[in-house]
């Protein structure tokens, strides 16, 4: 079972940048897909963004295009979100997921049951 340590997050000011990153124990044939999500108090887990370990295919929500990248270092296997221009609302806890090969289609990225193994989450706090 693939385990995902993630690094990084913090208080970071309004209109900054913040990179988190999300480190796998392994990077095996059946983990596919990785992807990032968030969740603010009181809200559901929101899908952010994902890529794919092999093709490097790059999904993103609509709600951070432009200001974001996902990045990563297949010898490390480790995945980055990359966020700027941070405004107070993307003040949430962030996590990193894994998928299997095969567990989801183009439609199903961005679900949360998509996403068999999760990391440990990392509180991002944005000051104004």
């Known amino acids: 079972q693939v385990q995902l340590i993630q690094s990084g997050g913090g208080l970071v000011q309004a209109g900054g940048s913040l990179r988190l990153s999300c480190a796998a124990s392994e990077r095996t044939f059946s983990t596919n897909r990785m992807a990032w999500f968030r969740q603010g108090p009181g809200k559901e887990r929101e899908y952010v963004a994902s890529?794919?370990?092999?093709?490097?295919?790059?999904n993103y929500a609509h709600s951070v295009k432009g200001r974001i990248t996902i990045p990563k270092d297949n010898a490390k296997n480790t995945v980055y979100l990359r966020l700027d221009s941070l405004e107070p609302e993307d003040t949430t806890v962030y996590y990193c997921?894994?998928?299997?090969?095969?567990?989801?289609?183009?439609?199903?990225?961005?679900?949360?049951?998509?996403?068999?193994?999760w990391g440990q989450g990392t509180q991002v706090t944005v000051s104004s």
């Open positions: 890529i794919t370990w092999s093709t490097s295919n790059i």
């Open positions: 997921a894994a998928a299997r090969r095969g567990s989801y289609t183009q439609q199903s990225i961005g679900a949360l049951t998509t996403y068999q193994t």
